[in-house]
């Protein structure tokens, strides 16, 4: 699948969820999010466990 998304609003989607993605990161899941696109819309998830 092929997205086109404005830099401005991939920037403040991801500026919501940098807090709860970990910097330093015991487990390597906590370190990534998950992007869900689809034609209805696109979701950003990300866990703090």
């Known amino acids: 699948m092929k997205i086109?998304?404005?830099k401005e609003e991939i920037?403040?989607?991801l500026s919501n969820i940098?807090?709860?993605?970990?910097?330093?990161?015991t487990?390597?899941?906590l370190s990534h999010f998950l992007l869900d696109a689809?034609?209805?819309g696109s979701y950003i998830t990300a866990t703090d466990l």
């Open 18 to 25: 940098q807090n709860i993605v970990e910097k330093r990161n």
């Open 27 to 29: 487990m390597p899941i």
């Open 11 to 13: 920037q403040e989607k």
């Open 4 to 6: 086109v998304v404005s």
């Open 38 to 40: 689809a034609e209805s």
